[in-house]
């Protein structure tokens, strides 16, 4: 053995960072201008908002913080917004978790049901679906309301009102679940994809019943896809705001959203203190939820895609097979073709009734709809932006999830913290913020498109880097460290390993990304100009015009396109994996 | 990278590379440390100070139990982990060197890597999945063909070229996952554990395959294992590590024979020990005051001085078991009488349990032997098979 000949002596700065350079590769650089320009797309603008609302004069001013609890009626507010989201929430998370492991773990697997599941209501925009459902349930007028009262009426029964009320507590929270669970579905059941099914048949073989192998093994194993999946679902709960802004005014159920959103356009001046603060609070609760999945994603202690793949048989429901597939067909029909048949209903006729008369249709609203200009523009321009922003959007979020899953230093938290503020930011935040920062002069970014996909880009930043971070979290170190080894440098390695074993988890990424950019109601109202309008905008417009069929005609339109959209897009994602 | 141009002729194949130290090393590492922090736990020392060099054409492998710090050694030499200070040097070139704050990445050390989980990417097929290396490297397209190809025939692949990871067996998924490691034909290959997870006929049958190829390509391995068992059968030599420190680093012989220390003794194959107090040294030899009465022992490494208790030990089948009333043996390292508690046939010979002293030793006699359990036995360990080592430091 050789002898122990010198200490270690200490590497000089020069040294330091000549070696610092010298190992700073293409992908390295690349990676170092994303994180600025997440930085400056995200940061500067709120940076420019706190210190507008919290610096007067070049003083600190924290009295934001005490007017907020002036406003009329806030207490009610937070607790409506606390009970929907507690009731909606959970609900929801078991319902995608349920859903995701039928179609991927059983018999009552429905081939095309299992891959349009999550998506059917992604391409019925949530205004419009609500719209749909309030065509179909509102308590006198409701299509099913007014057929379920003559069925009654002939066993006896005669009810001059519901026996639907879509302007209730309960409405509000079915709504919520129905559209909050799909952007879990998706996490989940890309995780069971690549979860060894090894893992539930050693369960299995050692005495675990169906129902026990899944709580005491599914369950644990996917963990890091259930936070995940339970951190988009609290974003986009907290974000919900058609349904707040239809069912929720009518019902008198006010939550934070619509509260943010009446004091920037109700008031004026806009209130953009108590906004920001409410927002603040916000941020908290989705902080600790996002600190929450750190910490589970960093233990490592889940299956993930090893060098061995297993195949695996399915679980065998028997009898509640049938049960099972008709949850799920019901579920599918509920989020999308009933409140599209709403719809379609509502757009043939010139102004709202719950009489059936076929002379009265005719196609008057989608003839105007197709023919006006600006509606066609915002058509165009929300596809155009949603494809661009999604890609943009996906590809940070892969280079931030890759950049966390090797990295824990105080850099890394930092990234990751300013990648997930803007999910805590009620989009009309964001907006307000892009104008103070962007819209005025150096920039002059007024009205744009720039503003608008930037705007985009930052509002689903979160729900972009989180699907890559699931997605990431799949791929076993090994299988980079083996490319490493192998002589590829960082960027190959990205492109030849890790974008493909990624690929299916950035390609649905990608589709939650497009569509909630393309129906981006909020954020668009406000920065969207008369140049470029956008989907979001021209919707919200004629909901407050009270012009419902139109809104109803134009809504079965871009369902149409955007199903079209996705359903490509889908193509795509076929995973590139044989399965053996 | 020793990029050998020509394929090798049938007559290469036959020929032996032997582990010479003329040339330059492949390898070299000196005065190593990493440390780990782990949340909660005190500051864990994983390398502490290794020096080591591999030649050309050698087989070098690292043993110990989990937690001795052999992966994280390995792993800093491939570049996947780094060091906290010390200097690798890897075909002459420096790899990491604290002095001068080198770290180079893994992609720049030209090295390849075996991973126990084999780390075949489940999107590529075997084929792509060999040719990759060459491609990250600017191998022409006709050369690498070729070159896949050649590597696929070595490794007895050829079938499952076009077959994805999933389609193949653990062990046609390690032979590839072997092929490419092989196909750079870089100057050092890096072993984390490849067979531990293939079945045990299939790891004996690779192990000989590997051993072969080892021999005939004359690649320079470093292999990381806690099977002593595959240690003996592949290494030119065995560094044994123990809490990140190298406890023995000697040919596989030497290291059963002529154990360092108590640690090395316990871990490799089995032993009966004991203490006693050492009476004489004279010929690198001690007399020892053993429970079981006064034995010679031959120091293994440092000397125990008299006065001072040393550990002493013997393996079971250098000790010949005769019935206890046979006439005591002149020439003998150590004589033990006992009781034979438990008597099993293995095949090869019969194993026995002997209780002697409040102490259970292990014997072996001959499959024909017709000791029975309860019977009083002696154990006589022959001249030069008890060893001295001293008491290892309290912890």
């Known amino acids: ?450 503003i608008l996909i930037g705007a985009y880009i930052v509002m689903y930043l979160p729900q972009a880097v989180i699907s890559s971070n699931s997605a990431m979290a799949q791929v076993g170190n090994d299988m980079i460290e083996a490319s490493l080894v192998s002589g590829a440098g960082q960027g190959r390695t990205f492109l030849k390993v890790i974008l493909p074993l990624v690929w299916p988890g950035f390609i649905s990424g990608f589709v939650i990304c497009f569509v909630v950019m393309a129906g981006e109601l909020t954020g668009s109202a406000l920065l969207a100009g008369v140049q470029t309008p956008v989907i979001g905008f021209t919707m919200i417009k004629m909901w407050l015009d009270g012009s419902t069929t139109l809104l109803a005609a134009l809504s079965v339109i871009v369902s149409v396109v955007f199903s079209v959209v996705t359903l490509a897009s889908l193509l795509l994602a076929r995973p590139r994996r044989r399965r053996g | 990278m020793s990029t050998v141009g020509a394929p090798r002729g049938a007559d290469q194949k036959t020929a032996t590379v032997v582990a010479g130290d003329s040339l330059a090393p492949v390898l070299q590492i000196d005065n190593l440390y990493k440390h780990f922090q782990l949340p909660g736990e005190k500051k864990v020392t994983a390398v502490d100070g290794i020096d080591l060099t591999l030649s050309r054409g050698e087989f070098l492998v690292l043993l110990g139990p989990s937690g001795c710090g052999k992966t994280t050694l390995l792993r800093c030499v491939a570049g996947l982990d780094s060091p906290d200070s010390g200097r690798i040097r890897i075909g002459g070139r420096d790899a990491y060197d604290s002095s001068r704050a080198i770290n180079q990445p893994p992609e720049k050390r030209h090295i390849s890597m075996i991973f126990q989980t084999y780390a075949l990417w489940p999107h590529m097929t075997a084929a792509q999945n060999i040719a990759y290396p060459l491609i990250s490297r600017g191998v022409s397209r006709k050369q690498v063909k070729e070159r896949v190809d050649r590597v696929l025939e070595q490794v007895d692949v050829t079938s499952q070229a076009k077959r994805y990871p999933n389609q193949m067996s653990g062990g046609q998924q390690q032979r590839v996952a072997l092929a490419r490691a092989l196909v750079s034909e870089s100057d050092l290959i890096l072993f984390d554990e490849p067979l531990s997870n293939i079945d045990a006929k299939v790891r004996e049958q690779l192990r000989e395959e590997m051993l072969e190829m080892q021999r005939t390509l004359g690649f320079t391995a470093l292999y990381v294992t806690h099977d002593q068992s595959e240690a003996m059968h592949l290494a030119h030599r065995i560094a044994v590590l123990d809490s990140g420190k190298v406890a023995q680093l000697d040919t596989g012989r030497m290291i059963y024979t002529r154990p360092a220390n108590r640690y090395v003794a316990r871990f490799i194959g089995r032993t009966n020990e004991t203490t006693g107090a050492v009476t004489s040294v004279s010929d690198g030899a001690a007399d020892v005051t053993t429970p079981f009465g006064t034995g010679r022992a031959t120091f293994t490494n440092e000397e125990v001085p008299v006065g001072a208790d040393a550990v002493v030990a013997w393996r079971p089948e250098n000790a010949q078991v005769v019935p206890a009333d046979s006439a005591a043996p002149e020439r003998a390292a150590l004589v033990v009488d006992g009781t034979v508690t438990a008597r099993v046939f293995v095949g090869m010979h019969v194993e026995l349990l002997v209780h002697a002293n409040d102490e259970t030793l292990l014997a072996i006699a001959p499959p024909d032997s017709g000791i029975r359990e309860g019977d009083q036995v002696r154990l006589v360990v022959g001249e030069g098979a008890l060893i001295a080592v001293p008491q290892p430091e309290t912890r």
């Open chain 1, 1 to 450: 053995m050789a002898v122990v000949t010198d200490v270690p002596t200490k590497p000089s700065a020069g040294h330091r960072i000549t070696s610092w350079a010298r190992r700073l590769s293409p992908f390295g650089v690349f990676a170092g201008l994303v994180t600025i320009g997440i930085v400056a797309l995200v940061g500067f603008p709120l940076l420019s908002t706190l210190w507008n609302v919290f610096f007067v004069d070049g003083a600190l001013d924290l009295s934001p913080f005490v007017d907020v609890w002036a406003l009329p009626g806030i207490g009610s507010v937070l607790l409506n917004t606390a009970i929907v989201l507690v009731i909606a929430l959970p609900i929801s998370l078991a319902v995608a978790t349920v859903f995701a492991w039928l179609m991927e773990r059983t018999d009552a697997r429905i081939g095309w049901a299992s891959t349009i599941l999550p998506l059917i209501p992604l391409m019925v925009p949530s205004l419009a679906g609500t719209v749909g459902w309030i065509a179909l349930t509102s308590g006198r007028a409701g299509l099913l309301n007014v057929w379920l009262r003559d069925l009654l009426s002939v066993v006896g029964i005669d009810l001059t009102e519901g026996p639907f009320q879509i302007y209730s507590w309960g409405g509000m929270v079915f709504l919520y679940v129905l559209y909050v669970v799909p952007f879990g579905y998706l996490s989940i059941s890309s995780s069971l994809q690549n979860l060894d099914p090894s893992l539930e048949e050693a369960a299995r073989v050692n005495g675990s019943g169906i129902l026990r192998t899944f709580f005491t093994v599914t369950i644990p194993a996917i963990k890091p896809a259930l936070v995940g999946a339970f951190n988009i679902q609290l974003i986009i709960g907290f974000a919900m705001f058609s349904i707040p802004a239809t069912v929720g005014v009518s019902a008198e159920i006010e939550v934070l959203a619509l509260r943010i959103y009446r004091l920037l356009t109700f008031s004026y001046p806009p209130d953009t203190g108590s906004a920001v603060v409410l927002s603040i609070m916000m941020l908290v609760v989705v902080a600790i939820a996002g600190w929450w999945q750190l910490k589970v994603n960093r233990t490592k202690r889940y299956g993930t895609i090893g060098g061995r793949i297993g195949r695996g048989a399915h679980v065998q429901l028997g009898r509640w097979r049938w049960f099972a597939m008709f949850c799920v067909l019901f579920y599918i029909a509920s989020t999308s073709i009933l409140p599209f048949l709403g719809l379609v209903f509502l757009s043939v006729q010139g102004f709202w009734s719950s009489e059936i008369d076929f002379s009265r249709y005719n196609f008057d609203n989608y003839a105007a709809v197709i023919s006006t200009p600006d509606i066609q523009a915002s058509l165009m321009n929300s596809v155009l932006f949603g494809i661009q922003g999604g890609l943009v959007a996906m590809i940070i979020g892969l280079i931030v999830a890759m950049y966390l899953a090797r990295n824990t230093g105080v850099a890394a938290k930092i990234v990751d913290f300013i990648s997930r503020i803007p999910a805590t930011l009620p989009h009309l935040v964001v907006a307000v913020a892009f104008i103070a920062a962007f819209a005025g002069p150096p920039f002059n970014l007024a009205g744009t498109s720039a």
